[in-house]
């Protein structure tokens, strides 16, 4: 099933290896070693990111958003292309960065900046293990993260996690901005959940039917809809927890 970032990656890995053989032999020693460890660190992001491995805790991305020090120094050739590679893409595909997908929830692309944010202090689901939370957003929304491979879909426990803290968010009347690197999979894997805890969709298929109305570029993959499927079947959440619902939870958890 599914390979995507895993053999992208890899592929990148072989590239820039065989760049260090080619200087090396050219005598160029020295400067041949950047490539050398770019294809070391492509080759283990390629490794942990296979879905049978699945370790997005890798980049070390805290809960908060940020990554340390290490990390940023550790892995920047993988950490830097993608932001790079994002903010191209996004340039070149003319998208809209976020989708009001209903009254209250948005989905769209890593924010790298105040004005890719929607308005109103949105709680922030962020899907990505590879996107960095932006300074100026710290502290200012309450923020989730769930760290998530590109072209992977969050586990089923953590869907299950991220729509009962929006659910609770909604029931605050506080509006919630999920996303990813494009707003186009795993993002939108969890918008599909939470469409349906909320009662705004009978299954995740008629919520992926509602969020391709409102942003058309997103394709979910096989992983996607299987980790849908699994959280359908294993609901830890009521088949429909309305906004009220969660309200009246919240008011007995505090009593």
């Keep these: 099933m599914g390979v995507g970032i895993s053999v992208l990656i890899g592929l990148k890995s072989v590239t820039l290896f065989i760049l260090f053989a080619t200087i090396k032999n050219y005598g160029y020693t020295l400067l041949s070693l950047p490539f050398l460890y770019a294809a070391l660190v492509s080759f283990l992001v390629a490794l942990a990111s296979n879905p049978s491995i699945n370790l997005p805790i890798l980049l070390g991305k805290s809960s908060d958003g940020t990554f340390p020090i290490w990390s940023l120094v550790m892995f920047s050739p993988y ?4 932001r790079g590679f994002s903010a191209l893409r996004r340039m070149s595909s003319g998208e809209p960065p976020y989708s009001e997908i209903c009254e209250g929830l948005y989905v769209g692309g890593w924010p790298c900046s105040i004005d890719k944010l929607p308005s109103g202090n949105p709680a922030i689901i962020d899907c990505t293990c590879e996107m960095p939370r932006m300074l100026e957003f710290t502290g200012n929304s309450a923020f989730l993260c769930v760290p998530t491979w590109d072209t992977r879909s969050p586990m089923p ?9 929006a659910c609770r968010k909604r029931a605050q009347k506080i509006p919630v901005f999920i996303h990813c690197a494009y707003g186009h999979g795993r993002s939108v894997a969890v918008a599909c959940a939470l469409l349906v805890a909320l009662g705004l969709a009978e299954d995740w298929k008629n919520a992926e ?3 391709k109305q409102k942003r058309p570029y997103i394709r979910m993959n096989a992983l996607h809809r299987k980790a849908l499927e699994e959280w359908s079947k294993d609901r830890l ?9 969660v309200i009246l939870s919240s008011a007995i958890d505090r009593s």
């Design 79 to 82: 950490l830097y292309f993608v």
């Design 157 to 165: 426990a953590d869907i299950e996690v991220a729509v009962k803290w």
């Design 209 to 211: 039917k509602l969020i």
């Design 237 to 245: 959440s009521s088949p429909k927890v309305g906004v009220s619902s």
